[in-house]
């Protein structure tokens, strides 16, 4: 017998019955011809090798897909400078020729190849990923051209708390203030991030609105003011809102 690969191997045919021999051989993951060459000799020693075939294997095994892996665990909190990776182990029975990984997280549905691996496992690397629900599954095809998927997997990625992320002041201090009747009262927000705009309110009433918000006036009369800053929930953030109060108190009298 002749291997695909050009090496040979003599195998011993067991008498059966009447003129018949035969046996039993296991095909190794090794695909192509295989061509066998019969020989006879007889109690004289009489030589036949005249009997030849040949019997091809192909590989009809696609690659299989286990251990699926992602980083951070779904479902993570949105952080815009957080990097994603998305594994599955892949193994097939003579070589694995290509994987393909199917995600939205463009917001449209696309193929694309992965080219990063170690060992059997295949990863793929993303990065600002905004918040919201995505899916995605891989495709394996292997040196044989055959080709299996995996289940699809969801991945969430929740709006984050902006609390801390956005500021309000009165006259620089991020605190309740009082005043004396006819000091200058400066209100001010500001955010540690690029997204969304901020409204800036007073008793209700909104005074300004943008990245910057200010109110800067000097004639509120005595009594307890609110200031209320609001952020608006954008995709990456949820709504916050910050409070704060400026209490004016008489002059005094001289």
């Not at 590989?59 to 299989?64: E, I, K, N, Q, V």
């Not at 209320?228 to 990456?236: E, I, K």
Request: proline share 4%.
């Amino acid at each position: 017998l002749t291997y695909p690969n050009g090496t040979s191997q003599i195998i011993i045919l067991n008498y059966t019955v009447g003129s018949k021999y035969n046996t039993s051989f296991a095909i190794p993951n090794l695909i192509g011809r295989y061509n066998v060459t019969f020989f006879a000799n007889d109690t004289s020693n009489n030589i036949n090798n005249s009997e030849r075939t040949y019997f091809n294997v192909v590989d009809g095994t696609p690659p299989y897909w286990s251990n699926n892996k992602t980083s951070p665990i779904s479902p993570v909190i949105y952080n815009s400078s957080q990097p994603y990776q998305f594994n599955l182990t892949w193994i097939d029975n003579i070589a694995i020729s290509k994987i393909i990984i199917e995600h939205n997280f463009s917001g449209v549905l696309q193929n694309y190849t992965v080219s990063t691996f170690s060992g059997n496992e295949y990863y793929y690397n993303y990065s600002s990923l905004g918040a919201g629900s995505y899916i995605w599954r891989m495709y394996g095809n292997d040196s044989s051209n055959n080709w299996n998927q995996s289940d699809q997997f969801s991945y969430v990625v929740q709006e984050a708390d902006p609390l801390t992320l956005i500021h309000l002041a009165l006259n620089d201090t991020e605190n309740n203030r009082s005043y004396v009747y006819g000091e200058v009262v400066n209100a001010s927000g500001w955010k540690d991030i690029s997204e969304g705009i901020l409204n800036l309110s007073r008793n209700g009433s909104l005074v300004s609105s943008g990245q910057n918000p200010t109110e800067i006036i000097s004639n509120l009369s005595v009594g307890i003011w609110n200031y209320t800053l609001v952020y608006p929930a954008t995709q990456n953030y949820s709504l916050a809102i910050k409070t704060l109060f400026g209490n004016i108190t008489p002059a005094t009298s001289t």
